[in-house]
């Protein structure tokens, strides 16, 4: 077998520090007829096999004790078909690259996260999304995929094309095979308008809805300790463009965003009794602000400062109620929260365990600063949040098991069965999925 493989070994960790894991190999395939043979390798060895993007995410996904697949060569967009609005890419390509080279073709996704340092393949797998009264998550923007199954073999997805196995493997977990290439639904560029402002608390929770309706793209941040949020509104412009300035984006983003709020985070480690004071300071921090630019631009920021995060999708008439619950919870306890809570919206998709599958969803996440215990607020939070049928994201922080999420899914006996087909040795096993999904 040819590899580029350099079948080193080592201590991975993922971006935030809190999952660690001793491959017996790392290797980097350069094709997918590469990637196929390492896959029947380890068959044949009885060594379990998983893929890993920029190690974005806060749980165990692509943690293994057997070979680990590095997907920087399988990277660059396929074909782009205008015709259809589509693009095909290499699972392992930056959503960041993707972005900049589909603008330099004046082609945009429709929506996105809040970051884009992690893979195509990695940020669907696990169900990432963004804010949208009308667009979905990026997985919900696939239109077909290749995927190497256990026994090494090739598949192509899609509705026409094997269906079943499409409708789960978007957002798969890594769980039924490794994905090599994703077709995603694309458009011709356009612009937002983003408008920033401060709202109180009991302001946003009262006039959400309305919000909501009236906005493509809403969130806002509650910052813990205070009444206080920032809010943010996206919708399509006719333009003119007009970016936030290089200084002012450098000294919003960057100096207060990051620089700053980092030098708080650590006052605050070091002296929890200053988080109050700190949160109050840095709720004011950021002015109002509206600019306009191309879709990537205002959907994503830089995020420099790690953390760890636990994400809850609940159904979406539910979240002013999960919200007051839990600022109640907050209010009462002793403990001392640094971070802003996100609040961000999806409609209903279809695909099989994407956390908005068959109802419209709310997300919100609760963060804390890397180095901080954050298991009492996380507990705390996840018992409010499964009160309410609370779907956590696949990639951030959660305790649930597969009997939980047999309640919450109403189709999760169907992608259980489908990975029974798929892999039955589970291949592409590890303890997360053992937990999530069951034996």
């Known amino acids: 077998m040819s590899t580029t493989a350099?079948?080193?070994s080592g201590t991975w960790r993922n971006w935030a520090g809190n999952v660690t894991a001793?491959?017996?190999?790392?290797?980097?395939?350069?094709?997918?007829?590469?990637?196929?043979?390492?896959?029947?390798k380890a068959a044949d060895d009885g060594l379990t096999v998983k893929a890993v993007g920029t190690g974005h995410s806060f749980t165990a996904a692509a943690a293994t004790d057997g070979i680990l697949i590095r997907p920087q060569l399988l990277t660059g967009i396929r074909k782009i078909d205008r015709e259809a609005g589509t693009v095909t890419v290499d699972a392992g390509t930056p959503l960041k690259r993707l972005n900049v080279a589909l603008a330099r073709e004046r082609?945009?996704?429709?929506?996105?996260?809040?970051?884009?340092?992690?893979?195509?393949?990695?940020?669907?797998?696990?169900?990432?999304?963004?804010?949208?009264?009308?667009?979905?998550?990026?997985?919900?923007?696939?239109k077909e995929l290749e995927l190497v199954t256990a026994d090494g073999s090739?598949?192509?997805?899609?509705?026409?094309?094997?269906?079943?196995?499409?409708?789960?493997?978007?957002?798969?977990?890594?769980?039924?095979?490794?994905?090599?290439?994703?077709?995603?639904?694309?458009?011709?560029?356009?612009?937002?308008?983003?408008?920033?402002e401060p709202m109180t608390f009991d302001k946003v929770t009262a006039d959400f809805d309305e919000l909501f309706t009236e906005n493509e793209h809403f969130e806002f941040y509650w910052?813990?300790?205070?009444?206080?949020?920032?809010?943010?509104?996206?919708?399509?412009?006719?333009?003119?463009?007009?970016?936030?300035?290089?200084?002012?984006?450098?000294?919003?983003?960057?100096?207060?965003?990051?620089?700053?709020?980092?030098?708080?985070?650590?006052?605050?480690?070091?002296?929890?009794?200053?988080?109050?004071a700190i949160t109050k300071i840095s709720s004011r921090a950021l002015s109002a602000r509206t600019y306009t630019d191309i879709p990537y631009k205002v959907f994503t920021s830089p995020r420099r400062v790690r953390f760890v995060e636990m994400e809850y999708a609940v159904p979406r008439e539910a979240l002013?109620?999960?919200?007051?619950?839990?600022?109640?919870?907050?209010?009462?306890?002793?403990?001392?929260?640094?971070?802003p809570v996100e609040v961000r919206t999806a409609p209903a998709?279809?695909?099989?365990?994407?956390?908005?599958?068959?109802?419209?969803?709310?997300?919100?996440?609760?963060?804390?600063?890397?180095?901080?215990?954050?298991?009492?607020?996380?507990?705390?939070?996840?018992?409010?949040?499964?009160?309410?049928?609370?779907?956590?994201?696949?990639?951030?922080?959660?305790?649930?098991?597969?009997?939980?999420?047999?309640?919450?899914?109403?189709?999760?006996?169907e992608f259980t069965a489908l990975r029974n087909r798929l892999d039955p040795d589970r291949r592409f096993g590890n303890d997360y999925l053992r937990r999530v999904l069951g034996s």
């Open 349 to 413: 998709d279809d695909i099989t365990l994407s956390t908005a599958s068959g109802r419209d969803s709310a997300y919100i996440a609760v963060h804390m600063f890397r180095g901080t215990p954050y298991q009492a607020y996380f507990t705390a939070a996840e018992r409010i949040f499964t009160a309410h049928e609370g779907r956590p994201h696949w990639g951030k922080v959660h305790t649930r098991d597969a009997e939980y999420f047999s309640e919450v899914y109403p189709r999760f006996g």
């Open 223 to 276: 910052f813990p300790h205070t009444g206080n949020c920032n809010t943010k509104r996206n919708n399509r412009s006719a333009g003119p463009e007009k970016p936030v300035s290089q200084l002012s984006g450098w000294i919003e983003d960057e100096f207060l965003s990051n620089g700053v709020f980092h030098a708080a985070n650590l006052v605050g480690r070091a002296v929890p009794a200053a988080i109050p």
């Open 22 to 40: 001793r491959p017996v190999r790392e290797i980097t395939p350069a094709s997918v007829e590469e990637l196929s043979a390492v896959v029947r």
């Open 6 to 8: 350099s079948g080193k």
């Open 107 to 142: 082609l945009s996704l429709t929506n996105m996260g809040d970051i884009m340092e992690q893979t195509v393949s990695g940020a669907t797998s696990t169900g990432t999304h963004g804010t949208g009264r009308d667009s979905a998550s990026i997985a919900a923007q696939i």
């Open 154 to 196: 090739v598949l192509t997805c899609s509705e026409k094309e094997n269906p079943d196995v499409f409708a789960a493997a978007s957002v798969g977990i890594g769980a039924l095979g490794i994905i090599t290439a994703i077709t995603l639904s694309v458009e011709p560029l356009f612009l937002l308008t983003a408008r920033e």
């Open 320 to 339: 002013v109620e999960t919200l007051r619950e839990l600022k109640a919870m907050v209010d009462r306890s002793n403990l001392r929260i640094s971070f």
